[in-house]
């Protein structure tokens, strides 16, 4: 997670340029690609140091930080003082209570682990536009395709692989979802046309989130199986 110099995260809300950055994982470390900047190889363990402390919404967790030299790098690259820290192994961030059944946790996601959306609900929103968006905009961990638009809606525990998930809450959708994210540049749509068919109070609602029990694998090509 990148964070300003308050420890604070950062995102594509208020940092659209940051859809520019390309990241390729590798055994152990990560590739890091900008423009105009030379590739900038991660280990995926930083040097030992210091844990600091960071913030994501209304939580506060340990994180532990990388060094200036890639500091810098992401600095230079987006135009701000910033700084790479990585999640603890070992700890653990609660998701809201109110959600959680089991003590389900994740890490700086948002809120949830998984977020869930079909190709038919992105299909709907399309036609509603002059130009199509592409599913990237939403950030789904899990894509389903072949069901009606919508479906995941209604669907409250189901079974991929050797896992199963159950939704926690519908995914309030921010100005994330207007940033292109092969050029960075940030328009109007499609929150626009969300709001007119997919608004609930103060709230755009698009996709799933999130939680699973126990542990798995699930694949590219696995069937959706509908429990309840």
């Not at 940051?18 to 030379?38: I, K, N």
Request: glycine share 6%; net charge neutral.
């Amino acid at each position: 997670m990148l964070v300003d110099e308050a420890g604070t995260f950062l995102s594509q809300r208020s940092l659209a340029a940051m859809a520019l950055l390309e990241v390729r994982f590798g055994s152990d470390h990560l590739t890091v690609r900008a423009p105009e900047m030379d590739p900038l190889v991660v280990p995926v363990n930083p040097e030992p140091t210091h844990a600091v402390r960071t913030t994501i919404w209304d939580d506060t967790v340990r994180a532990e930080p990388y060094g200036d030299e890639i500091n810098q790098w992401f600095s230079a690259s987006l135009g701000v003082r910033c700084r790479l820290v990585k999640f603890p192994d070992q700890l653990r961030r609660h998701v809201d209570k109110r959600f959680a059944k089991s003590g389900e946790h994740t890490a700086f996601a948002d809120g949830y682990p998984f977020l869930i959306l079909s190709e038919a609900s992105l299909d709907d929103l399309n036609s509603r536009l002059d130009r199509p968006v592409p599913m990237n905009r939403f950030r789904p961990n899990i894509i389903v395709s072949r069901c009606e638009p919508f479906a995941e809606d209604s669907w409250r525990e189901f079974q991929i692989g050797s896992v199963t998930f159950r939704t926690a809450k519908p995914c309030a959708r921010c100005r994330v979802t207007t940033v292109d994210q092969e050029t960075g540049m940030v328009g109007e749509e499609p929150l626009r046309t969300l709001a007119l068919y997919r608004a609930s109070g103060t709230k755009i609602l698009f996709g799933q989130n999130l939680l699973h029990s126990g542990s798995g694998r699930i694949s590219v090509g696995d069937t959706v199986h509908i429990l309840n």
